[in-house]
């Protein structure tokens, strides 16, 4: 996926934890943890917002894009 999380990392310079967090923003430990892993479709902008108020952050630090190697892309086609 080109969109890595980086919730893990914000949460270890913040020395929070994920069921502190979850606490904080209102929502439950598992999709937290399912956002943190990077198995979410899609994130709620009122929920990225709730984040960041509750880490002090920009969405950039939460959220990163990578492109995919287009050479893999190409390989997988042929």
Do not use: H
């Not at 979850?22 to 929502?27: F, S, Y």
Request: proline share 3%; glycine share 2%.
């Amino acid at each position: 996926m080109a969109i890595k999380v980086n919730l893990d990392r914000v949460l270890l310079e913040r020395r929070m934890s994920l069921t502190q967090l979850a606490d904080r923003v209102g929502i439950t430990l598992a999709n937290l943890s399912i956002l943190k892993t990077g198995k979410a479709k899609a994130v709620r902008f009122s929920t990225l917002e709730a984040l960041c108020r509750a880490l002090n952050c920009q969405p950039s630090d939460i959220l990163e894009y990578v492109p995919e190697d287009s050479d893999d892309i190409r390989d997988a086609a042929e």
